[in-house]
Nanobody, 127 residues
Framework: QVQLVESGGGLVQAGGPLRLSCAVSGGAFGVYAMGWFRQAPGKGREFVATITWSGSSTKYADSVKDRFTISRDNAKDTSFLQMNSLKPEDTAVYYC????????????????????WGQGTQVTVSS
């Protein structure tokens, strides 16, 4: 059974950094594309960033581009989301997700494209 566990969330002042981690167990981490999503109160789950299985390609939502960086360490079965210059509007529960490989698949930005999910970690940015 594939399990994803996020960590690193918390309370931070606007302009500060935070680094989220997502540890994956029970599956073949090295073949999964990884994604990060977030969900603010009363809103739907929003795409944040995704990275290919090799780590060679990434894609970001416009709202976080140039502030957030997604990465992965396949030797440690872990994905990361480095968040800099945080804003109050970044406040949300952040989820990591894993997507099994699909032949010819492009970047996955919809939550429905992902197969496994973590339980989420709260990020609160104070103004």
């Amino acid at each position: 059974q594939v399990q994803l566990v996020e960590s690193g969330g918390g309370l931070v002042q606007a302009g500060g950094p935070l680094r989220l981690s997502c540890a994956v167990s029970g599956g073949a981490f090295g073949v999964y594309a990884m994604g990060w999503f977030r969900q603010a109160p009363g809103k739907g789950r929003e795409f944040v960033a995704t990275i290919t299985w090799s780590g060679s390609s990434t894609k970001y939502a416009d709202s976080v581009k140039d502030r957030f960086t997604i990465s992965r360490d396949n030797a440690k079965d872990t994905s990361f989301l480095q968040m800099n210059s945080l804003k109050p509007e970044d406040t949300a529960v952040y989820y990591c997700a894993a997507k099994a490989p699909v032949p010819g698949g492009a970047f996955a930005e919809s939550p429905r494209e992902y197969d496994y999910w973590g339980q989420g970690t709260q990020v609160t940015v104070s103004s």
